[in-house]
């Protein structure tokens, strides 16, 4: 089991930058184990945005994304990081961190089973 906080969210003006936290209690050697980031607006579905290996290097991007935001990790403080950059109102939304034990990268929602609390992101025109 693993359990999810995030951190970081906030208002910012558009074009700004923010970084987003989510301390995971996982364990080292949990190779399987790939991490997540979604956001949700209201009366939307959840939308993916990326995700990374736990004990690997590789990342999984969102084309709606790609080249804004980035996911990164320390594995020594058990942190996954999202910085987000040349933020638009669009991006406003709720963005929660998730786990999933699996081999394969997956973009749904459905498919991960651990979730953490979500942290409001605003980002003002």
């Known amino acids: 089991q693993v359990q999810l906080v995030e951190s970081g969210g906030g208002l910012v003006q558009a074009g700004g930058s923010l970084r987003l936290s989510c301390v995971a209690s996982a364990r080292a050697y949990d190779t399987t184990l790939r991490l997540a980031w979604f956001r949700q607006t209201p009366g939307k579905e959840r939308e993916f945005i990326g995700a990374?290996?736990?004990?690997?290097?590789?990342?999984y991007y969102s084309n709606s994304v790609r080249g804004r935001f980035t996911i990164s990790k320390d594995n020594a403080k058990s942190t996954m990081y999202l910085q987000m950059s040349s933020l638009r109102p669009e991006d406003t939304a709720v963005y929660s961190c998730?786990?999933?034990?699996?081999?394969?990268?997956?973009?749904?929602?459905?498919?991960?089973?651990?979730w953490g609390q979500g942290t409001q992101v605003t980002v003002s025109s």
């Open positions: 990374v290996h736990w004990t690997g290097d590789n990342t």
């Open positions: 998730a786990a999933r034990y699996a081999y394969t990268w997956s973009t749904r929602s459905d498919d991960y089973s651990y």
